[in-house]
């Protein structure tokens, strides 16, 4: 029991910085203003850079740590991996103002909430032809029609009323139409449960 409750605890701090750690260094890089080439080919060698330093830092530490905790005692070798943790988070906080930071335009959570009830509201309706005009785009979007997959979602980002669901261009009122992006996110999100779902037991 004990075992099993620090395991789930070591899970949960690793599940919390591996996947953060990686979105945030790529977006520091994305957000410094580079071309779209350079941008790549920054990104690759981020990503190389990135995977190299774990897989190193992981042998260096399941070699080091063990020769320490067997010759040096417990003591030190649980020691030394705390003191390094709190070194890197101090590094990161005095490291804070040098940071891109984005502010969120709204909540991911709000939005898959608005694209259930949109879809709800309008499950009576028809959806239109896959080369109709008659579906939401946001600004700047490169989809103009959303996927076959999951089709019962499509109905949230069908404009039923032009005149009164737009307000010069934009979504008049968010709870009654959606966008063709929010529903191509809600619908990544579904995907993948299946293969989060395999990790459960």
């Known amino acids: 029991m004990e075992f099993g409750t620090k395991f789930r605890i070591v899970s949960i ?3 919390c910085v591996r996947p953060c750690s990686i979105a945030f260094g790529a977006k520091q890089l994305a957000m410094k ?15 190389n850079w990135y995977y190299t330093s774990i ?26 991996p705390a003191v ?8 990161f ?9 984005v502010k969120p335009s709204e ?29 939401c785009q946001g600004h700047d979007s490169k989809l103009m029609v959303p996927t076959d997959s999951l ?12 005149e009164t669901d737009l307000n010069r261009d934009a979504i008049s009122n968010p709870w009654n139409l959606c966008t063709i992006e929010q529903v191509e996110s809600l619908k990544s999100l ?12």
Request: glycine share 8%; aromatic share 8%; net charge positive.
């Open 151 to 162: 089709r019962f979602l499509n109905k949230a980002c069908v404009i039923r009323n032009p």
């Open 55 to 80: 897989t190193v830092s992981t042998i260096t530490a399941l070699s080091m740590i063990t020769y320490i905790q067997e010759n040096l005692g417990w003591k030190i070798g649980l020691g030394v």
């Open 190 to 201: 579904l995907r993948v449960i299946p293969m989060w779902s395999t990790g459960i037991f």
């Open 107 to 135: 909540s991911l959570l709000t939005n898959f909430a608005r694209v259930v009830v949109v879809a709800t509201k309008n499950r009576k309706l028809s959806l239109p032809d896959h080369d109709s005009d008659r579906y």
């Open 84 to 91: 390094l943790m709190l070194i890197s988070a101090i590094s």
């Open 13 to 15: 701090g690793t599940g």
């Open 93 to 101: 906080v005095i490291g804070s103002p040098l940071y891109v930071k």
């Open 33 to 47: 203003g580079n071309s779209d080439d350079g941008n790549g080919r920054i990104l690759d060698s981020y990503f």
